[in-house]
């Protein structure tokens, strides 16, 4: 799943590999400073342009390395050679290599050494352990200009400028695209495959509760973590099948997501490559029911199915779409059913560092959605109303893995564009 990050990092290094000097490079540029010395004006000076992670890590490199990249510039014939290479099968191994030609063919990187035993200590808590010392050095970058955002966001927080405040969690050294792409895992809705038994509207919400939490009445398991696999898809319908189940049986169990994860191809859905929660619904609807957690623990990469109809602990007959893109529907939904499955955009730097208050982000879309999370409540905090929402990643993430969302705020981040939880 990591051949994007050696597609886009491969502009960069083709660009660095111009300070070793090798043959076939000529210069684009009639003289070495003729191409700008800023990171983003130097990536439209080459041809092609630099991917905007490619800008973004030209952007945590110290002004001099910055100023080596624009002394020469490189023929487009060199960037099909090299992304050739980079093609075959590097994967994992590639994004790492990468990083540390990087840091090799860069002339210094500068950190501040006043955040030194931040660093340390960020390290120690999230058990973070890199395979070199110069993919640690970039680690350390990113991780430095995300610390510097999160001190300048929290300023504008801590003066009324913001509602919600971000943190420095176990996240905090990953790029913004390598993030996304790593723990965001919902595919495109399939129209044609979408057959829900029914539809929530938006009736009266006037008679319904001010505020709800279903993790007070024992509906919600403990947060989970999905670790470096877009299963996202696979913890938010457990999430809601869970609730339902205990709203039947009065009993709480942990389902299996790995059993989603191995098993439900046959119904649209990729394992660790993303899913959909409507599709989930309908393969265990197809296999006549879900395992325990503890029978088929989570593994966070794919494999082979295991599904074993013996041990099946919960099964559904359907399920029911909330109407789209009304939030007074989902209130309804929420508040008389229990926990519902919600495709969100959590694309943003904010989402990935959130810590807590009610989130609001201005660049939230309400159609391009890449994750699924649980709906478990809603309520108002200082006057913001919000939906308390379940993620699944882990403890260390946001409220303890709960995020307040902003509610009756145009949709925020699509939230109530595709909510639906199963029949049972």
């Known amino acids: 799943m990591f051949e994007h990050n050696c597609f886009f990092l491969s502009s960069v290094v083709s660009h660095v590999l111009v300070l070793l000097r090798f043959k076939f490079y000529q210069p684009l540029c009639s003289t070495p400073l003729s191409c700008s010395l800023s990171p983003l004006s130097l990536s439209l000076s080459l041809s092609p342009p630099l991917s905007p992670l490619s800008v973004s890590l030209l952007s945590s490199l110290s002004p001099l390395s910055v100023s080596l990249l624009s002394l020469s510039c490189l023929s487009p014939l060199s960037l099909p050679l090299f992304r050739r290479f980079v093609s075959y099968g590097l994967k994992m191994k590639c994004f790492f290599a990468l990083f540390a030609l990087l840091a090799v063919s860069t002339a210094s990187i500068i950190t501040n050494p ?3 035993k931040l660093w340390e200590d960020f390290k120690t808590q999230y058990w973070k352990n890199y395979e070199s010392a110069n993919t640690e050095s970039l680690r350390r970058l990113i991780w430095e200009k995300n610390f510097n955002r999160v001190i300048v966001h929290n300023s504008h927080a801590d003066n009324g400028l913001q509602t919600y405040w971000l943190g420095i969690n176990e996240y905090a050294d990953m790029l913004g695209y390598e993030f996304v792409r790593m723990m965001n895992g919902l595919l495109p809705r399939n129209l044609t495959m979408h057959r829900p038994e029914f539809t929530v509207t938006d009736d009266d919400v006037s008679k319904l509760p001010s505020e709800v939490d279903w993790r007070q009445q024992g509906y919600v398991t403990p947060v989970k973590n999905q670790g470096q696999c877009g299963s996202c898809w ?3 319908t457990t999430g809601s099948l869970e609730g ?10 942990s389902l299996s997501e790995q059993d989603l994860v191995d098993c439900s191809r046959d119904c649209g859905n990729l394992g660790c490559n993303g899913g959909l929660m409507d599709q989930a619904f309908t393969c265990i609807k197809k296999h006549k029911g879900i395992m325990l957690e503890e029978d088929y623990p989570y593994e966070g990469h794919d494999g082979k199915c295991r599904f074993d109809v013996s041990k099946v602990a919960a099964t559904v007959r359907g399920y029911v779409d909330v109407k789209s893109g009304d939030e007074k529907a989902l209130q309804k939904a929420v508040a008389t059913v229990g926990p519902i499955s919600v495709a969100i955009d959590a694309s943003h ?3 990935q560092l959130y810590s ?3 989130y609001k982000e201005p660049s939230c879309s309400s159609t391009r959605l890449d994750h699924g999370v649980l709906v478990v409540g809603y309520g108002t905090k200082n006057g913001e109303a919000y939906w308390l929402v379940k993620n ?5 993430w946001g409220m303890h893995g709960y995020i307040m969302m902003a509610r009756n705020h145009n949709n925020m981040c699509g939230i109530a564009t595709q909510a639906s939880y ?3």
């Open 244 to 253: 339902q189940h205990f709203k039947k049986t009065k009993n709480l169990i």
């Open 356 to 358: 807590h208050g009610v």
């Open 234 to 236: 696979a913890f938010s």
């Open 114 to 116: 006043k955040l030194d």
């Open 422 to 424: 199963p029949l049972v």
């Open 349 to 351: 730097f904010s989402f």
């Open 392 to 396: 699944s990643w882990g403890k260390s």
